[in-house]
């Protein structure tokens, strides 16, 4: 029968193990009752059988017998000496079921129908990788380079799927060969000619997430939480990590022994500088260590404008600064502040500073706590603020501010 094994026939058919199995059978059955339809008007007398396991194929007519004369639809109806010659037992009334050669849909019908099944097959495979990539976005994945273009490279999966890597998600500095294994992120799935694009990136802040997530055994576990990442890809990196737990110290704890967790990430991002900060609430504190390695002298900030400017010793504002202006353009990022950078000649002019701490027999404590909580720390970072901002800032009254001046000018008038 030309009807045995004619699936198999279908090269789309064999490629479609990714599809589950009933699907596929729904599929089949559904192309082969729009040719009987075409045929015979109408498939509801027919059963479209399909073996899940061999790939075999069966259609089945069913027709009522009728007495011999009384046929008013050959394709409902068999009249009984028909019948007959199937089998000398049939009776009127009865259904007779005859398997249909495939054969009879003619030559054409059948191509139709292969490439029929070939694009609802297709339309599946599109679908499965669609959903399938979908639920992926942020994950790591790794291909293998198996073409190069000038704006983008194609990798394939463990199963054969196409990912694309455009350059403008490569790392400046990333040079692939064909083979070559690749890490990255799948960034994004999209529709392009009705056709899925798995789109990965080397570039975005979540590789790197997903990098630490690897390495660091405390941010899978949850007890290290990462709170923003900006990158300058292939420059610079900024990690700001907050620990739940008191007894784990983040930044130690990402960093490894010797650096032994990072540098496995640094070589992975072609030697790009990750600077790892603690995160905090204070605004002031999280400026300070977000300008690493930069030390900063003192800072106004105003926090209706989210503007702050920031006083450094002259041989520090480079590196605030950064090469390319990177450092400073991260530390901006991850604060959200607009961030001014200015030489401290204050400096210049007086030699040394003191620690308000060391004041502590002539202003109060709570006075100091107040003071360093707005990061006066020095009696030259008071000095350098006038009464209304100290009353407004460290919530102080206008005596109180006035007399803590006056005490640390003193100290300086008599040097």
């Not at 007779?96 to 030559?107: Q, S």
């Not at 392009?192 to 990965?200: D, E, F, K, W, Y």
């Not at 790892?276 to 404008?305: G, V």
Request: charged share 35%; glycine share 4%.
């Amino acid at each position: 029968m030309a009807s045995i094994n004619l699936i198999e026939s279908f090269q789309d058919f064999k490629e479609a193990e990714n599809i589950d199995r009933p699907t596929l059978m729904k599929v089949i059955e559904d192309v082969f009752k729009t040719l009987l339809r075409k045929k015979y008007g109408t498939d509801e007398n027919f059963d479209v059988i399909v073996n899940d396991q061999t790939g075999d194929l069966e259609i089945f007519r069913r027709r009522t017998i009728v007495e011999d004369g009384f046929s008013e639809d050959d394709n409902l109806e068999i009249e009984l000496a028909e019948a007959l010659l199937i089998d000398p037992d049939f009776s009127v009334g009865e259904e007779v079921y005859e398997e249909i050669n495939v054969l009879d849909f003619g030559r054409r019908a059948i191509l139709a129908a292969k490439q029929t099944l070939a694009s609802r097959i297709g339309d599946l495979k599109k679908k499965n990788l669609l959903d399938k990539y979908a639920d992926r976005v942020g994950d790591i994945i790794s291909g293998e380079v198996y073409q190069i273009w000038k704006k983008e490279i194609m990798l394939l999966d463990d199963e054969g799927n196409e990912l694309i890597l455009p350059k403008s998600e490569q790392i400046p500095t990333d040079f692939f060969k064909k083979g070559e294994s690749v890490r990255a992120v799948i960034k994004k799935v999209e529709m392009r000619n009705n056709t899925p694009v798995i789109i990965l990136s080397r570039t975005h802040p979540s590789f790197l997430e997903k990098l630490l997530e690897i390495e660091v055994p405390e941010i899978m576990d949850g007890l290290i939480v990462v709170k923003k990442i900006v990158r300058e890809p292939g420059e610079r990196a900024k990690v700001a990590v907050e620990s739940y737990d008191d007894r784990i110290d983040p930044v130690g704890a990402c960093v490894g022994m010797k650096g032994s967790r990072i540098h496995g990430i640094v070589r992975e991002l072609h030697n790009e500088n990750i600077d790892i900060i603690n995160y905090t609430n204070n605004l002031q504190l999280l400026i300070q260590r977000s300008l690493t390695p930069a030390k900063i002298t003192r800072m106004d900030i105003n926090n209706e404008t989210k503007h702050a400017n920031v006083y450094l010793d002259p041989e520090q504002v480079s590196l605030a600064i950064g090469r390319k202006g990177v450092n400073i353009k991260l530390a901006q990022e991850i604060t959200g502040m607009t961030i001014d950078v200015y030489r401290d000649t204050q400096e210049e002019e007086v030699d040394y500073d003191i620690d308000l701490d060391e004041f502590s027999d002539e202003i109060d404590s709570w006075v100091i706590d107040s003071l360093k909580r707005i990061g006066c720390d020095t009696a030259l970072s008071v000095l350098d603020l006038s009464v209304e901002d100290l009353v407004r800032r460290a919530d102080l009254d206008e005596v109180t501010a006035k007399d803590v001046q006056r005490i640390l000018k003193a100290e300086f008038d008599n040097e």
